[in-house]
């Protein structure tokens, strides 16, 4: 069965810095593209950044520079290195697999909260 | 950057009814056009890939067209657990987009 499930969420300040995780079961992360997508509260889905199977990155103008995309292969498992976290950054964060095409995400994670405050 | 224009932001129906949910790419983006459902506190689905093209397990009431720049998702006989948001989003390039969701309640 295909998991994902997020952690790594929570409240934190202004310009700090906060990893998200995301653990896959059920299929190798390396092999699909992996996104996160993130949603505002009471908001939209806007796309935040992709890992390709070979290894490319890419991100969203409003998080490129401070955000970092990576995988661990040996525990299956995506990241989301957030740094100089704004308030506008305030959102869920899902996790989403695509494995057909890129920006085709047929599988979605439950998501984690993250708060940007003071 | 492409948008995607996605018409209306709400609708109200009956159950039963034929609902039609329209989304515009700011320019042409062939049939790299999927559709989501997501439901309060959960996840966003995977209901059509695409434009056209039914996800595995998806009810077949629900229907897309379109390819370019113009798009329509179609539920026919709107059924109580088809009440969600949906939203739109081309793959066609990067940076992936989305529409901003069409919220679907019961009239």
């Known amino acids: 069965e295909v998991q994902l499930v997020e952690s790594g969420g929570g409240l934190i300040q202004p310009g700090g810095s906060l990893r998200l995780s995301c653990a896959a079961s059920?299929?190798?992360?390396?092999?699909?593209?992996m996104s996160w997508v993130r949603q505002a509260p009471g908001r939209g889905l806007e796309w935040v950044s992709v890992i390709y199977s070979g290894g490319s990155t890419y991100y969203a103008d409003s998080v490129k520079g401070r955000f970092i995309i990576s995988r661990d292969n040996s525990k299956n498992t995506l990241y989301l290195q957030m740094n100089s976290l704004r308030a506008e950054d305030t959102a869920v964060y899902y996790c989403a697999r695509a494995h057909y095409y890129a920006g085709l995400f047929d599988f979605w994670g439950q998501g984690t909260l993250v708060t940007v405050s003071s | 950057d492409i948008q995607m224009t996605q018409s209306p932001s709400s609708l109200s129906a009956s159950l039963g009814d034929r609902v039609t949910i329209t989304c515009q790419a700011s320019q042409d983006i062939s049939n790299y056009l999927n559709w989501y459902q997501q439901k309060p506190g959960k996840a966003p689905k995977l209901l059509m890939y695409d434009a056209s093209n039914l996800e595995t397990g998806v009810p077949s009431r629900f229907s897309g067209s379109g390819s370019g720049t113009d798009f329509t998702f179609t539920i026919n006989s709107l059924q109580p657990e088809d009440i969600a948001t949906y939203y739109c989003?081309?793959?066609?390039?990067?940076?992936?987009?989305f529409g901003q969701g069409t919220k679907l309640e019961i009239k």
């Open positions: 059920g299929f190798t992360v390396s092999s699909n593209y």
């Open positions: 989003q081309q793959y066609d390039n990067l940076p992936y987009s």
